[in-house]
């Protein structure tokens, strides 16, 4: 087994995780749409708890749980600016445009926690026996929860790009109103 790898992806994973709590910390702060805060605030709890599976594991390999490396920086610093971006969103007053930036960085974040989550399971899975069951099993339960928080922020993601496409504006004229017609409508009119 690999374990400077292993401990690279851990690290990373961890940090990854931290920064996905802010993320989901500062989305919640601009979100418009109930059921999306909802299911936000459910997945920012899971994500907190997946930062503890990954400090067990960490300690289960003696991996350091502190360690910085600079993949570690790199994910450091795409966290932090997926959190500014949401901040700046929110800053420009569209709060209909900020709750979709935030739904942007939450998909994003949700994609490179499924990656980590997979590797981890498919790497935990071949390697724990026995008394580290429950670890393996840890792992089998965040890889599905991961599943479950990208197909659905892809999901939020596409019908708030719809709603936003589809909305008309408020200074939207008669003579405009072709516009607002799909193109699939008009190629047929």
């Not at 498919?122 to 792992?139: D, E, I, T």
Request: aromatic content about 6%.
């Amino acid at each position: 087994m690999n374990m400077q790898g292993l401990e690279h992806l851990l690290l990373q994973s961890i940090e990854h995780e931290r920064g996905a709590v802010a993320v989901y910390q500062a989305a919640l702060r601009c979100v418009v749409d109930e059921a999306l805060r909802e299911e936000w605030e459910q997945y920012l709890a899971e994500t907190r708890s997946h930062i503890d599976v990954l400090a067990e594991l960490c300690d289960a390999f003696r991996v350091d749980a502190e360690k910085d490396t600079v993949g570690r920086r790199a994910v450091r610093a795409i966290g932090a600016a997926l959190v500014t971006s949401i901040e700046q969103a929110m800053a420009d007053g569209d709060a209909d445009a900020a709750q979709l930036v935030a739904c942007e960085c939450v998909m994003l974040v949700e994609s490179k926690d499924h990656l980590n989550w997979g590797l981890l399971d498919a790497k935990v899975r071949s390697n724990f026996r026995g008394p580290h069951a429950a670890l393996k099993l840890a792992c089998e339960q965040m890889e599905g929860e991961e599943d479950e928080h990208l197909y659905h922020a892809r999901s939020w993601t596409r019908d708030l790009w719809r709603r936003r496409l589809n909305a008309r504006s408020s200074s939207t004229k008669e003579s405009d109103a072709g516009a607002a017609i799909p193109y699939s409508s008009r190629a047929r009119s």
